[in-house]
């Protein structure tokens, strides 16, 4: 395939393909018709035919050649896959489109300190797990870690300490960065406030912006209910306050990325093997 594709980025081999698409044709026609000096066309053929996109014949004093179809056509299929996989519904591309979109609206909105100040989202989840499993994954970092990140996204650095006054530090990459070398994606820090095993968990988390400064702070509340089937109902707030004129980039973020964080708490919940695990 990487053959094809360097054969085929020349324009001149481009043009030649498309002349024997028509039908097959001699190097002098050939060389007519693109325009350009024997040798060089003839150089070109050779490259298309080593690449296996064109055959030659001899026909009496001249070299006859004709394009392969077979192998544009695996190229043809190799392309539509991708753009298939590009394309797939509630991908990773349709997730960037979403949040471009939500970017364009948040800074035009940016205007001032406090812009998204009282801006609030809410979630919900029902989850295969009891309030006490449930809580574990809220409030122990070996657990948070496998869940409180956006998709292709991981945890790098996490502090949790669960008890009024206590510590938060969440920072997270790019899942495939796996040593580290590239940017930091995130970045936030917090304090714990209100603690019920079980029942009820309040914290703030402010988001950094690049200079370390707070993008805004975020006041979540998280309320657990039992539910049939040994299950527990989640319900979430995010309320924003003290939003810098910087903060509209994440601002952005936030209902997509919580929510495919949630979404990915749901899925651990639901494995039987991790709910094994961790009991």
């Known amino acids: 395939m990487d053959a094809i594709l360097t054969a085929l980025a020349d324009p001149a081999r481009w043009r030649l393909v498309t002349l024997l698409a028509e039908r097959p044709r001699p190097v002098g026609v050939l060389a007519q018709l693109a325009g350009a000096r024997q040798p060089q066309t003839t150089k070109h053929l050779q490259s298309l035919e080593r690449a296996g996109l064109v055959t030659s014949q001899r026909s009496g004093q001249r070299r006859v050649y004709a394009l392969r179809p077979g192998p544009l056509r695996e190229l043809a299929a190799a392309l539509t896959g991708l753009a298939d996989t590009a394309d797939q519904a509630g991908g990773s591309h349709e997730t960037y489109d979403r949040y471009g979109l939500n970017l364009q609206t948040e800074r035009l909105a940016a205007r001032e300190p406090g812009w998204a100040d009282g801006r609030s989202f809410t979630f919900h989840r029902s989850l295969a797990a009891g309030p006490e499993q449930v809580w574990r994954h809220l409030t122990e970092a070996a ?26 530090v969440h920072e997270y990459r790019d899942a495939e960065d796996v040593d580290g070398s590239d940017l930091v994606v995130g970045r936030a820090r917090g304090v714990v406030d209100d603690v019920r095993p079980g029942e009820h968990l309040a914290y703030r988390l402010s988001p950094e912006l690049p200079d370390g400064a707070p993008a805004f702070t975020a006041h979540l509340d998280l309320g657990l209910r039992p539910a049939g089937s040994g299950g527990t ?32 708490l749901a899925a651990t919940l639901a494995d039987p093997h991790t709910t094994r695990s961790t009991t």
């Open 143 to 168: 657990l948070l870690a496998h869940w409180w990140t956006p998709q292709d996204l991981r945890v790098s650095e996490l502090v949790f300490e669960a008890r009024p006054g206590g510590r938060i």
């Open 233 to 264: 109902e989640l319900d979430v707030t995010f309320r924003i306050t003290d939003s810098a004129v910087e903060s509209a980039d994440f601002v952005a973020g936030i209902e997509i990325g919580f929510g495919q964080s949630l979404d990915k």
